[in-house]
């Protein structure tokens, strides 16, 4: 089945403790980008992808890291969380090299005490 | 900083009536478009894209672009309850210099259809 996995799909844990969201496409798709939704902000893109190896800034990326090594993985790391990074995230992939008509995966809901 | 406005809502419209959704963007230079409905606990899908003006339509949906007055609205023909969801508009943000990777949303409308 085509799809866009994340784990873990929920999280609580404390400020400053270094965490990892894993995402992972089994699509082939060149576009990989993170986001976050928070109640009254609607989606806001962290990083994108266009490529292996080619990382680039959204809206809010401050306090996060990604790294694409691999065509398929776009991993998230929160180096030190704090509460503010309390939020829903998502990844999402599209079949081109822009952030064209994206799949998004299930979401991951952060809480950051 | 770019924008993309739409209505918060919840805007409620009963069963088989037409629901309009608007948006309106600030980055002059955008060119793609994009309609995504999240149901209430689950992910944002894909329901139509536009890239050129006027009117695009796909069954019940119809998505219409007018870049001159920079905005891009959705209508659902014959709404019915299982539409009820909260509908995200996206704009590519500086095309030319983000090389399309940049997506601004909008904060999304909700949408409740009345049986």
């Known amino acids: 089945e085509a799809q866009v996995t994340q784990n873990p799909r929920y999280l609580i844990t404390v400020t400053g403790k270094k965490l990892t969201v894993t995402c992972s496409q089994n699509?082939?798709?060149?576009?990989m980008s993170w986001y976050r939704q928070d109640p009254g902000l609607g989606l806001r893109q962290i990083y994108y992808?266009?490529?292996?190896?080619?990382?680039d800034k959204g809206d809010v990326p401050e306090g996060y890291k990604v790294s694409r090594k691999e065509k398929r993985n776009f991993p998230l790391i929160l180096e030190s969380p704090s509460p503010n990074q309390t939020s829903l995230y998502f990844c999402?992939?599209?079949?081109?090299?822009?952030?064209?008509?994206?799949?998004f995966g299930p979401g991951t809901r952060l809480t950051v005490t | 900083q770019k924008e993309v406005e739409q209505n918060s809502g919840p805007l409620s419209v009963p069963e088989g009536a037409i629901a309009s959704l608007n948006c309106t963007y600030s980055?002059?230079?955008?060119?793609?478009f994009f309609w995504y409905r999240q149901y209430s606990g689950k992910s944002p899908e894909l329901i139509m894209s536009?890239?050129?003006?006027g009117d695009k339509e796909d069954g019940r949906f119809t998505a219409q672009l007018n870049k001159a007055s920079q905005y891009v609205s959705l209508l659902i023909r014959d709404s019915q309850p299982s539409d009820s969801a909260t509908y995200l508009c996206?704009?590519?943000?500086?095309?030319?210099?983000?090389?399309?990777?940049?997506?601004?949303f909008g904060q999304g409308t909700e949408l409740s259809v009345k049986p």
């Open positions: 699509m082939n798709h060149e576009y």
């Open positions: 536009i890239y050129s003006n």
């Open positions: 992808s266009m490529n292996v190896e080619v990382t």
């Open positions: 980055d002059r230079g955008s060119q793609s």
């Open positions: 999402a992939s599209s079949p081109t090299r822009v952030a064209y008509e994206q799949y």
């Open positions: 996206a704009v590519n943000a500086d095309p030319i210099y983000n090389q399309g990777g940049k997506l601004i």
